[in-house]
């Protein structure tokens, strides 16, 4: 390990590493800036210490190299909103998805019901069907009692004479009745 690199963030004095079970730290920090990291002699970036007094290591602001492009500005917007656009589109196709798979489920039980009562529809005129047909057989047996329809023994009805309708008398008016309103609560 070189020299530059001996200094890490997690430790707390300048004491000697133990051999321990702890394990090495995960981001070591140089002891010293390296010249390529240097601050430009324009820019206000002054050093800035490390808190609660480390061991003379200083941090220094990146300097910036220069502005972004605006072509370059206008994809990150273009793609912060395509980002925006996907994520509401796919909102949209998962409604709508939910939407046919929730109607179709609903036709197909609603379509289930209507063939039900077909069937019970056609059940139903079959038993009246056959009901008929045996009342028809029962009627026609000598030991019924019943008659064929002749017109010897059909009977005849006079109507009864019509009945005057009792005159309408025309509406009356509502009559109002004064209610005390009250003076206050």
Do not use: C
């Amino acid at each position: 390990m070189s020299n530059a690199y001996q200094t890490n963030a997690y430790r707390t004095s300048s004491q000697p590493r133990r051999s321990s079970s702890r394990r090495p730290p995960l981001y070591p920090v140089p002891a010293r800036v390296s010249p390529v990291f240097q601050v430009h002699p324009s820019s206000s970036s002054a050093p800035i210490p490390f808190p609660r007094g480390r061991s003379g290591a200083t941090v220094r602001r990146l300097p910036v190299l220069r502005p972004m492009p605006l072509w370059l500005r206008w994809l990150i917007r273009l793609q912060r909103g395509s980002l925006v656009v996907v994520f509401l589109l796919a909102i949209a196709t998962l409604i709508a998805y939910g939407g046919s798979v929730y109607t179709q489920h609903r036709w197909s039980r609603e379509y289930r019901k209507l063939k039900i009562l077909q069937r019970s529809e056609r059940e139903i005129t079959a038993a009246g069907e056959t009901m008929r047909n045996y009342i028809a057989k029962q009627a026609e047996r000598p030991g019924a009692g019943l008659v064929m329809k002749t017109p010897d023994n059909t009977i005849f009805l006079q109507p009864a004479p019509r009945r005057q309708e009792p005159a309408m008398k025309p509406p009356q008016p509502p009559v109002e009745t004064r209610t005390p309103k009250p003076l206050g609560y």
